[in-house]
Nanobody, 116 residues
Framework: VQLQASGGGLVQAGGSLKLSCTAK??????????MGWYRQIQGSERELVAR??????KYADSVKGRFTISRDDAKNTMYLQMNDLRPEDTGVYYC??????????WGQGTQVTVSS
């Protein structure tokens, strides 16, 4: 499985961005993958932003009500709609796919910068 993340950029506080993560070489198993977005803010550990399976999704408290995770299994793509962005959302965002703990794949990061 290869993950390609895109959609990052520079936006003013209060603005919106939509991140995409497309999985390559996974057409037959994409719908079985648990997917998630993580971010790494400078000087901090990588943290969970949002996660989605076939049955549920969950969010970090800091993004609840502002971010929405979704997936389109027909396009092998996961999305993260980010609204009302804040300077503290600035960081490198990574997408992750897994099937249990033994099979984990990470995409390259995409930079999100929110100016005040």
């Amino acid at each position: 499985v290869q993950l390609q993340a895109s959609g990052g950029g520079l936006v003013q506080a209060g603005g919106s961005l939509k991140l995409s993560c497309t999985a390559k070489n996974s057409e037959t198993i994409f719908k079985l993958l648990n997917m998630g977005w993580y971010r790494q803010i400078q000087g901090s550990e990588r943290e969970l932003v949002a996660r989605i399976t076939l049955d549920w999704s969950k969010y970090a408290d800091s993004v609840k009500g502002r971010f929405t995770i979704s997936r389109d299994d027909a396009k092998n793509t996961m999305y993260l709609q980010m609204n009302d962005l804040r300077p503290e959302d600035t960081g490198v965002y990574y997408c992750k796919a897994d099937v249990g703990s033994a099979n984990v794949w990470w995409g390259q990061g995409t930079q999100v910068t929110v100016s005040s």
